[in-house]
C-alpha cells in the first residue's frame, strides 16, 4: 500500500533549494503558500504556488540538481513523494499526472519563449503567417523538403493570407524536386521520415505527439531570420506532447535530423494511455522533466557573450544530459555524435557569424575534429572550461 510522508514547514523554511541534490522526492502543497524562483543564471519571475501545486518536482523526475529555490511565505503542509513511489500514486490517482504533464507543458512553452528571446534577441508570434517565415527561411537555405512541407501547412492554414500566391507559386515549383512525407496526417500509428523532412511546423495546429523509435529528430524555431536548435531528440525521447496537452498551435518545429521512424500518440490514444498504462506516464513525465531541465540549463547558456564560450558550454551540456557521473570520466575521452554546425545551431548563433565561431572553436585545445564529428580529449577538463564561463557569462 501506498503511503506518502506529510511535511511541515513554518514561514521562512527552505523547501528546495537551487543547485541542491536533494531530489530523491518532490512536494505536493496541501496548504499553504510557496514562492518558487531561479537565483543565479537566467533569472526568472518568482512564481507563487499554493494547494495542488508541486514543488522539486523536475530535479526529482530527471534525477539532476534543484533547479529553482522554493521557500515557505505561510505556515506550508505538503505531501512528500518519493521518485518510486511515482508509478503507484498516478495508478490510483490520474489527475495527479495529468496536471503534472500539463504544467511541465505550459513551463516548457514559456521556457520555449524564454529561450528564444535570449538565444536570438527576439520573440515569436505564434501567428500563421509564421509558418510562411519558417518555409522561406528553409528554402533560402535550400532545405526544399522541410520547405514544401512548411509551405503546404501555411497554405492549408492561410489558403487566402497576405502571401498566399508566392507559396502557391513555390509549393508548385519545388514539389516534385523533393520527397516530403506525410503533408497531411493519417491514422497511422507508425510512420517514417527521410532525412531533413518536416515532421511538423512551428506555428501549425497540430494534436498528435511522437515517440521516437529509431533515428534523430531535431526541435527548432526560427526567429528574424536565423534558426535555433532547440534539443536533437534520440530514440525514446518523445516530442510533439505540448500542442496535444495544450490544444494550442505548435511552439517549434520537428525535422528528421536522420531516417527516423516514430509512433504517433494522438488524444484518443493518449488518454486511454494514461489511464492504463502507468509506466509509460511515469516515462512521458521523466522526459518531460529532463527536457524542462535542460530548457533551463540551455537558457543559462544562451547568456553567455562569447560564441566560443557557448560551444563549449553547449558540448558540456550534451555530457551533463547523459547524467553520468563526472567521477568515472576523470581522463576520459569522448566521441561525440555531434558536428560543429549543429553545436553551432544548438548554441543559436546567427548564419552570418557561425564560420568564425565554428573556426575559433575548432581551435580549442580540449576538442579535435575527427570525420566531421567532435572529438572531446578530457571530458572532465572541458566541463570545468564550461562551468568557468558559465560564472563569467559577460566574458568576451
Keep these: 500500500m501506498l503511503q506518502l510522508q506529510i511535511s511541515r514547514f513554518p ?11 536533494d531530489s530523491d522526492h518532490f512536494y505536493i ?3 499553504g503558500s510557496v514562492q518558487s524562483y531561479k537565483a543565479t543564471g537566467s533569472g526568472s519571475t518568482p512564481v507563487a504556488l499554493g494547494p495542488g501545486d508541486f514543488v522539486g518536482v523536475v530535479a526529482c523526475m530527471s534525477g539532476r540538481l534543484q533547479i529553482e529555490t522554493a521557500i515557505a511565505k505561510t505556515d506550508v503542509v505538503a505531501i512528500s513523494v518519493k521518485k518510486e513511489q511515482y508509478p503507484d500514486l498516478i495508478k490510483n490517482n ?13 513551463r516548457m512553452r514559456v521556457m520555449n519563449e524564454m529561450l ?41 492554414t492561410r489558403p487566402v493570407g497576405p ?37 511538423f511546423s512551428e506555428s501549425a495546429p497540430g494534436a498528435d505527439m511522437f515517440i521516437i523509435q ?43 535530423h536522420t531516417d527516423c521512424h516514430l509512433m504517433v500518440i494522438n488524444r484518443a490514444n493518449f488518454n486511454q494511455m494514461v489511464a492504463t498504462q502507468p509506466q509509460l506516464v511515469a516515462k512521458l513525465t521523466t522526459t518531460l522533466a529532463e527536457r524542462l531541465w535542460s530548457m533551463y540549463r540551455q ?32 581522463n576520459k575521452q569522448h566521441q561525440s555524435d555531434l558536428s560543429c554546425q549543429d553545436l553551432a545551431n544548438l548554441c543559436g548563433i546567427p548564419h552570418e557569424a557561425q564560420a568564425k565561431a565554428i573556426y575559433e572553436f575548432q581551435q580549442d585545445n580540449h576538442i579535435k575534429i575527427i570525420n566531421q564529428k567532435i572529438f572531446i580529449k578530457d571530458v572532465v577538463e572541458l566541463m570545468k572550461q564550461a562551468a568557468f564561463y558559465r560564472k563569467h557569462p559577460g566574458d568576451k
Design 163 to 199: 502571401n498566399a500566391e508566392d507559396a502557391k507559386k513555390k509549393f508548385a515549383f519545388l514539389k516534385p524536386k523533393t520527397h516530403a512525407v506525410y503533408l497531411e496526417p493519417n491514422s497511422e500509428m507508425t510512420r517514417s521520415y527521410p532525412q531533413d523532412c518536416m515532421i
Design 299 to 330: 537558457l543559462d547558456n544562451a547568456n553567455l557573450a562569447n560564441p566560443v564560450a557557448k560551444m563549449i558550454d553547449m558540448l558540456s551540456l550534451q555530457l551533463e544530459k547523459k547524467n553520468i557521473d563526472v567521477n568515472t570520466l576523470i
Design 94 to 106: 490520474t489527475p495527479v499526472a495529468l496536471k503534472i504533464i500539463k504544467t511541465f507543458a505550459n
Design 11 to 21: 514561514p521562512g523554511a527552505y523547501l528546495v533549494v537551487e543547485g541542491k541534490s
Design 214 to 256: 529509431s533515428g534523430e529528430v531535431s526541435i527548432s524555431k526560427i526567429v528574424d531570420g536565423n534558426e535555433v536548435t532547440l534539443a536533437i531528440l534520440h530514440k525514446g525521447d518523445m516530442f510533439g506532447e505540448m500542442a496535444l496537452l495544450e490544444n494550442k498551435p505548435r511552439s517549434a518545429s520537428a525535422i528528421a
Design 29 to 31: 502543497i496541501q496548504q
Design 116 to 156: 528564444t528571446k535570449a538565444t536570438l534577441k527576439g520573440v515569436v508570434s505564434e501567428t500563421y503567417d509564421q509558418i510562411y517565415k519558417v518555409a522561406r527561411f528553409y528554402e533560402k537555405t535550400s532545405k526544399h523538403n522541410i520547405a514544401v512541407f512548411a509551405y503546404y501547412q501555411y497554405l492549408k
